[in-house]
């Protein structure tokens, strides 16, 4: 079995697909046996055993606790036995491995401990902090590296009664340990700086220990580390003061060294503590003010101090909009100083940063749009001024305005050769101006000082004009002028710029045609009171010409440039109609480009946007025709990713085929039917991604072949056995919900209740082995919608079948939260709990008349509960597609937007929920005078005066 196990370890590494499918089937299939993580930190013990095979197994023992340590569905394929010795043998065998296998080591006990600690791991850090107490540093950065992020989520959850339970339990096991090792390393550090290598390690020490110390007072300033704060804030200062040397500096002149990576991140520490802990850490600010002055007036251009540059920049700016420090801010020669020292020599771009623009044009968007620009010179520079206006806005802005103004007038005494003094003026009016922003609406607020529509229509629009590949640096500044301040810009200059940009996205420069089709995109998604700024009368003339310059740039660019796609999506979105000459051609460009990125999935931004600009496409078809045409096009392609597993695509793929069949009447084409058997695979419900693609799916083939599906036995069973699956887990419950209500909805009587006591017996047992408030209002709905089509007596025959009085027991425990947030499924419990009110037996006369009150002020909870709106923002949600697995990458479920929802109206003759309530009681009340009556007076005084209200506005003054 070992030796089975090693073969395949090595297999996962192997450069043929086929051949690392079949190791990673392998192992998923025998990673439920007994003593299965043993086995693989066994193997990553042995010296003797392939280096590459110990790595192999290092990865799969982390990705097999990453899926397994926590589980869906309550129930474990790690036995407590395997939990408990992985525990207690995890840390030291981490100590001990190689450093390549300890950092994926590290990565599963940090894993096991977001699980367990600090309840079912309590001796976790007293276990790994004893190892400080040694002088192997390997064993010591070992343990930091595996506690940096178990402490980093610190900085990011909200606050709770749990969490600080938590981080006071850390402080009393790991602040005191790290305190010592943080002094001793320091000892250690100042004893053999004559060593490089030793030097080396000793400050990746320093590092870790510095990101911990930065975490652990995130939340609140820890008492052990304000008990010690002179140990800590002194050996910062001994660290910032440590001498830089080529001997300690990263391989790539491009990347920062642990050095400086160290003096960094304690800018970063000090920064925190001058924005939070006024009181406790005033005394050191001007020692760190004068240590990080230093810093940034000595380090020289290079791309390796970029970062120490940007946080030293940002502990001033903590410091400066801080009343407390103020004063260190307050006089004409230290803000002249500033200016001239610090943010002058930062906002003009290097010559690295040309090249960059150039060479690299992804990553410069990256940097200068993206927001990833924390760690640059330029956005610390910018981060400054800001900072500094907070308190001195008029004399910043003399300073700046007189500085800006020299800078254009030497631009404009030498366009050529003076360009970069007009892109560092450009850059610094955006800093200066903006006082607030938005991702969505891009600056909200302005300075009053500055006249942003006269500056560019005096300055910036000219930069727009004439050959779109003339000075290409200051094209993509004047673009991004415009994308900064496009709510400040009035709609008639927004107007006219459209066809520019539009002619921009065939720029030769990457940047220029990106920054255009950003651009254009965040124009089209701009709102003001809530409806569009740009409607699709304004999109009409630039359709022709946007649609052929944004599919030549994705046909020649060499990268699948994610902007591109993006903007596509948008403006498909937002043209509507526009585009519906265009939807074959359209439909051809993306089919085509789909063909291409399938053969190496990447970029999964990329990925996602295209495929939303499919569904758009189909949205946006004007008739059956041309759903037929797309379908036409778009099998062929999807055939191989679905037959080849190209697991990135297939969420995708069957949300497109879900569109396509809910966009056609019924019969669906038999194309359709044949790809059934593949769909209710047991391996494609193997992967969570796949779950809400496939019941979308499977409902819209459910809904519109319902009689076809009723008549197949096999299918019909095939697709209950698909509903167990999914209900038995949290996270896929709603889907198994989902599947069901097609069901119920399509099945006649007789077809469904041949399995009707075993559906109900799945859910009974799901709700008493793991019952959430998902579940239970998902239950409710479907007990709603089993009594609204097949009524109440047949539910309740049904449900007590399986154990008398169960019907009772369960309806109880529904009717607790009444708060549905799906309006059709609010209507479905409107018309079943109604149904229970009016025309049940059992529940008017019967064995449960008693709870008639109950069912009744349920009924008005659900009818006066407010409605949730489905978001309409078409926009793409965040992505977070990317995981590391064997491969690198991992499919995630990413739902297209432009798709819609597939909801399914159960009841479509019931429009008002209200009105339904109330012609129901008044029709039961004619068959039963004066029965009502009585029970509605049963009821409390709020359900009595809003049963009242319903009958009223029915026209109904008082029933029989």
């Not at 709510?487 to 927004?494: E, G």
């Not at 969420?651 to 059934?676: H, N």
């Not at 419950?733 to 077809?751: E, I, M, R």
């Not at 709990?833 to 037996?841: F, G, K, S």
Request: charged share 20%.
């Amino acid at each position: 079995q070992m030796e089975a196990l090693h073969h395949f370890l090595a297999q996962t590494l192997a450069a043929a697909p086929e051949a690392r499918k079949e190791a990673e089937a392998y192992l998923k299939s025998v990673e439920a046996t007994q003593g299965f993580s043993k086995m693989l930190m066994f193997t990553m013990d042995q010296a003797t055993v392939d280096p590459s095979v110990r790595l192999a197994a290092a990865i799969a023992f982390k990705n097999f606790i990453k899926r397994n340590w926590e589980s869906d569905t309550g129930a474990s394929i790690i036995s407590d036995h395997d939990r408990l010795e992985v525990k207690s043998t995890v840390i030291d065998l981490m100590l001990r491995v190689p450093e390549n296998l300890q950092k994926q080591l590290s990565d599963a006990i940090s894993i096991i401990g977001k699980h367990d600690f600090p309840s079912k791991w309590m001796d976790l850090f007293p276990k790994m902090s004893t190892t400080f107490l040694s002088s192997d540093f390997h064993a010591i950065n070992g343990v930091l590296r595996t506690a940096n992020p178990l402490f980093k989520r610190y900085r990011f959850e909200d606050k709770s009664e749990e969490l600080w339970s938590e981080i006071k339990i850390v402080l009393e096991q790991f602040a005191e340990p790290l305190t010592t090792l943080f002094t001793n390393t320091l000892a250690f550090l100042n004893a053999h700086k004559d060593q490089v290598a030793v030097v080396k390690v000793l400050l990746d020490s320093l590092l870790l220990m510095s990101k911990i110390f930065f975490s652990l007072n995130h939340q609140d300033l820890a008492a052990e580390f304000e008990d010690r704060m002179a140990l800590w804030m002194n050996g910062f200062h001994e660290l910032l003061a440590y001498p830089f040397s080529a001997a300690l500096d990263n391989p790539d002149p491009e990347k920062p060294g642990v050095l400086q990576e160290l003096k960094a991140q304690i800018c970063e520490n000090v920064a925190l503590f001058a924005q939070k802990y006024d009181e406790d850490f005033g005394t050191y600010l001007p020692t760190f003010f004068q240590d990080i002055w230093t810093l940034l007036t000595t380090v020289t251009h290079e791309p390796k101090f970029d970062q120490l540059v940007s946080t030293g920049m940002g502990f001033l700016s903590s410091a400066a909009q801080r009343d407390h420090y103020k004063h260190l801010f307050s006089t004409a020669e230290v803000l002249n100083n500033v200016c001239e020292k610090i943010v002058a020599p930062n906002v003009f771009l290097r010559p690295s940063d040309t090249e960059m623009f150039e060479s690299d044009p992804e990553e410069y968007i990256r940097r200068d749009i993206e927001g990833s620009d924390v760690d640059t010179r330029r956005r610390g520079a910018c981060d400054l001024v800001r900072a500094l206006c907070v308190f001195s806005e008029q004399q910043i802005m003399q300073l700046f305005g007189a500085y800006i103004q020299t800078l254009l007038q030497q631009y404009a005494a030498n366009p050529v050769a003076n360009w970069l003094h007009k892109d560092a003026a450009l850059f610094l009016v955006i800093s200066l101006a903006i006082r607030g922003a938005t991702r969505e609406q891009g600056a909200t607020r302005v300075s009053g000082l500055i006249n942003i529509v006269d500056f560019f229509t005096q300055n910036v629009a000219i930069d727009m004009q004439g050959n779109i590949n003339h000075q290409p640096q200051l094209r993509a500044n004047a673009i991004k002028y415009v994308m900064n301040f496009r709510s400040q810009l009035p709609k008639d200059i927004l107007n006219a710029l459209m066809p520019l940009l539009a002619s921009h996205i065939a720029a030769e420069s990457t940047v220029v045609s990106t920054y255009a089709a950003a651009c254009i995109e965040k124009l089209l998604a701009l709102k003001v009171g809530g409806a569009q700024v740009f409607t699709e009368a304004d999109l009409t003339p630039v359709v022709p010409v946007l649609l052929q310059n944004l599919f030549a740039s994705l046909a020649s660019s060499p990268e699948d440039n994610e902007y591109t796609m993006r903007c596509i999506m948008r403006f498909l979105a937002s043209a509507k109609t526009g585009v519906q000459p265009f939807a074959g051609t359209i439909a051809t460009h993306l089919n085509t480009k789909l063909v291409a990125v399938a053969k190496n999935p990447s970029r999964p931004l990329f990925n996602h946007f295209l495929f939303e600009s499919l569904s758009c496409t189909i949205k946006n078809c004007a008739d059956a025709s041309t759903v037929s045409q797309i379908e036409a096009l778009l099998f062929p392609t999807f055939e191989p990713i679905l037959q080849n597993d190209i697991i990135e695509f297939q969420p995708y793929v069957f949300q497109i085929l879900a569109q396509l069949i809910e966009s056609r009447p019924p019969p669906i084409p038999e194309p359709y039917m044949q790809l059934f058997p593949f769909l209710v695979l047991p391996a494609l419900w193997q992967s969570s991604a796949n779950s809400q693609p496939l019941v979308r799916l499977l409902r819209a083939i459910i809904v519109k072949q319902g009689d076809a599906l009723a008549a197949d036995a096999k299918r019909l069973e095939t697709l209950l056995g698909i509903f167990q699956k999914l209900i038995a887990g949290k996270t896929t419950d709603s889907d198994g919900f989902a599947l069901l209500q097609a069901l119920v909805h399509v099945l006649t009587l007789p077809h469904l209740q041949a399995y009707l006591s075993a559906i109900i017996n799945v859910l009974c047992t799901r709700m008493q082995r793991l019952k959430t408030p998902k579940f239970v209002k998902g239950l409710l709905v479907f007990i709603s919608l089993l009594i609204g089509k097949h009524g109440g007596s047949t539910t309740i025959k049904a449900v007590d079948g399986i154990q008398k009085n169960l019907f009772g027991m369960i309806l109880n425990r529904l009717l607790e939260d009444t708060k549905i947030p799906n309006a059709n499924d609010k209507k479905t419990c409107i018309v079943g709990l109604t149904a229970l009110l009016t025309t049940t037996p059992e529940t008017l006369t019967g064995e449960y008349a008693v709870i008639w009150p109950k069912i009744a002020s349920a009924l008005v909870g659900v009818c006066e509960d407010v409605d949730v709106k489905a978001s309409t923002e078409e926009e793409a949600p965040s992505m977070g597609l990317l995981g590391e697995e064997m491969g690198g990458y991992r499919a995630s479920f990413a739902r297209l937007v432009q798709s819609g929802s597939y909801e399914i109206d159960l009841f479509p003759a019931v429009v008002d929920g209200r009105a339904h309530v109330a012609m129901a009681l008044a029709h039961a009340a004619q068959q039963r005078p004066g029965f009502f009556a009585p029970l509605i007076a049963k009821t409390d005084a709020t359900t009595q005066g809003l049963l009242h209200q319903y009958l009223l506005r029915a026209g109904i003054p008082a029933l029989p």
